[in-house]
Nanobody, 124 residues
Framework: QVQLVESGGGLVEPGGSLRLSCAAS????????MGWFRRAAGKERECVAA????????DYAPSVKGRFTISRDNARSTLTLQMNRLEPEDTAVYFC?????????????????WGQGTQVFVSS
């Protein structure tokens, strides 16, 4: 079965940095584009970053572009989200997931499987 384990969240001051990690298993990691999603309190889950499988092309939501960097390690089946210059609006639970879609239409989860997520809290 699909297993997604997020880690690295925590409390950080505005302007600070945090690195999230995702350990994936139960599917062919290299065959899927991967993405990071976040769910803020009272808001819908949204995709903030994605990385393709073929050439590792990245895509970001406008709200995080220039501040977040998504990367993947296919040898270890891990996904990383480096978050810099964090803002209070970044406060959310962050999830990783295989995704489908493209830069033009956006990204959605490939499977209906989610990990526990990791909480990021940016104090104001």
């Amino acid at each position: 079965q699909v297993q997604l384990v997020e880690s690295g969240g925590g409390l950080v001051e505005p302007g600070g940095s945090l690195r999230l990690s995702c350990a994936a298993s139960g599917f062919t990691f290299t065959a899927h584009a991967m993405g990071w999603f976040r769910r803020a309190a009272g808001k819908e889950r949204e995709c903030v970053a994605a990385i393709t499988t073929l050439s590792g092309v990245t895509d970001y939501a406008p709200s995080v572009k220039g501040r977040f960097t998504i990367s993947r390690d296919n040898a270890r089946s891990t996904l990383t989200l480096q978050m810099n210059r964090l803002e209070p609006e970044d406060t959310a639970v962050y999830f990783c997931a295989p995704v489908r879609g493209n830069i033009i239409r956006g990204w959605s989860p490939r499977f209906d499987s989610w990990g526990q997520g990791t909480q990021v809290f940016v104090s104001s």
